[in-house]
């Protein structure tokens, strides 16, 4: 179970070499806990990915792609293959990445005799781990090319601001709004990073440990500050990751983004989303009327959980118990509100026409 040249540490998840299991980092334990768990079967990815102790979009794909091959394992008939990606499809509606692996996965095994389907989806995940770390470090350069002219501009350290967790942990390396990061700081570009909190599920504290185990200057804000920074020129840039984006340049992403792109337009700060391109949903055209968005259990928004006193892990109710509380998981931001979308392939305007060269050249890409 390896990647070839590479720490070990920076990936969330590493498979057998035999294609039995995977680990992952059990990122509801942290930035507390550093846990791995075993996986093997469908049904325990299926569970890891609902209860995100594997999240971020580019995660959620792979680790599919690999419930898809313990699923092989167990039966491998055109039936129980059907039934398997509808389980795993099911799991969590808004990252296109999920129904994206699992349609790439159905169209490698399909075709070919049940008794031959177990190896050649294991053959498919790795694949789609590795495009993923390589679709990731490309995006950190053409993220880093922006973050050059800028820091040429204003000669001073940038102070960057992202919001949720779209570093390494949210896919198989490097992340896509932390990677130009991570590079900028290869590259000894000084940089200081906003992280916002992340309400619910306080996905900053994950993006707060990466940044701090690399040695990345960062401050941790609540989620409403993002805006009177922006109003006090203490923000150069934005850049978050994407769960959908849609053809026509909309960006989906987790709740709260949409105000931070909002308040980024008022105050002339630019937006960019960190995109590789399975997260593009090119069937979608209006993000808000189509994209499906999940609504998590109100107990997200109830409770907070954390490290007390002694040490210990757990939960504390912050509401009344008779309180209603909701909880929509994301949001979609407008494409007139994003200055770029960052992709392994290069920077492309957010409209139709700025993404169809971008369509133009996967398509062609996929009939080589
Ligand atoms: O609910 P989550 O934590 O899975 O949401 C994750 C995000 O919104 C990320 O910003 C997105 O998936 C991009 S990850 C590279």
Not at 120 to 146: F, K, M, P, S, T
Not at 344 to 354: D, F, L, T
Request: proline share 5%; with cysteine.
């Amino acid at each position: 179970m390896n990647y070839p040249h590479d720490d070990l540490a920076l990936h969330p998840l590493r498979w057998h070499a035999d294609g039995s299991a995977i680990e992952v980092i059990d990122q509801t334990r942290l930035p507390h806990r550093e846990e791995l768990r075993r996986l093997s079967d469908r049904n325990a990815v299926a569970q890891a990915i609902r209860s995100m102790v594997v999240r971020g979009a580019p995660l959620i794909g792979a680790c599919a792609a690999w419930g898809l091959v313990f699923a092989l394992r167990e039966d491998p008939s055109d039936a129980a293959l059907q039934a398997s990606v509808r389980i795993l499809a099911e799991t969590r509606p808004t990252a296109v990445n999920l129904g994206w692996a699992l349609a790439r996965m159905l169209a490698r095994v399909q075709g070919i005799a049940p008794a031959l389907r177990e190896q050649a989806a294991v053959e498919e995940a790795i694949q789609i781990c590795l495009e993923d770390i390589e679709q990731n470090r490309r995006i950190g350069e053409h993220g880093l090319a922006i973050l050059r002219r800028l820091h040429h501009e204003l000669h001073r350290p940038l102070r960057v601001l992202t919001h949720c967790n779209a570093g390494w942990l949210a896919t198989l390396r490097w992340g896509t709004a932390l990677a130009p990061l991570y590079l900028a700081q290869q590259a000894g570009l000084p940089i200081e990073v906003w992280v916002d909190e992340t309400r619910p599920r306080n996905q900053g504290a994950l993006t707060a440990w990466e940044l701090g185990r690399a040695g990345i200057a960062h401050t941790v804000i609540v989620d409403n500050a993002g805006g009177h920074l922006m109003q006090h020129g203490q923000v150069d840039l934005v850049i978050v990751g994407a769960d959908r984006v849609t053809a026509t340049g909309d960006v989906c992403n987790k709740i709260g983004t949409y105000l931070k792109a909002l308040a980024a337009r008022d105050c002339s700060v630019p937006f960019y989303a960190a995109v590789p391109s399975p997260s593009i949903d090119w069937q979608v055209r209006d993000g808000l009327r189509e994209i499906p968005i999940e609504e998590r259990h109100a107990q997200e928004v109830a409770g907070v959980s954390g490290l007390d006193a002694s040490g210990a892990v757990g939960t504390l109710r912050l509401f009344p118990a008779h309180s209603r509380c909701a909880n929509p998981a994301f949001d979609v931001t407008p494409s007139r509100l994003v200055d770029g979308i960052i992709t392994e392939h290069g920077v492309y305007q957010a409209s139709a026409e700025g993404l169809a060269p971008l369509g133009a050249l996967l398509a062609l890409a996929a009939r080589r």
